[in-house]
């Protein structure tokens, strides 16, 4: 039994690892942030940079919508509060049964 929840968290980290933005991705930003503060940011890499960070909104947002369709809520006598759009979504998805 053991192995197979060794591979089911081991599949469980492989699935976040694809959703997560790369960090080469928040290495190039932060590394573009540091030569604007030191002044030495050419035009051709403001224009990357601004790439970069449209890239790195886009890749975010899709990951906050991805999760946040995926949950349930539940007030705290335990009776679900899910939003009827988020329900309607998980229908379309084949998420949710009802």
Do not use: W
């Not at 968290?9 to 590394?31: G, V």
């Not at 050419?42 to 909104?57: C, G, H, M, S, V």
């Amino acid at each position: 039994m053991e192995k197979d929840e060794t591979l089911e968290q081991t599949s469980e980290k492989t699935e976040a690892k694809k959703s997560a933005i790369p960090q080469e991705l928040i290495d190039r930003i932060n590394e573009l942030s540091k030569k604007k503060k030191e002044g030495t940011l050419t035009e051709a890499e403001k224009e990357e940079q601004q790439e970069l960070r449209k890239t790195y909104l886009a890749m975010f947002r899709e990951n906050f919508r991805s999760h946040v369709e995926m949950l349930q809520v539940y007030d705290k006598d335990g009776n679900e509060v899910t939003p009827e759009k988020v329900k309607k979504i998980q229908r379309e998805r084949g998420l949710r049964d009802n």
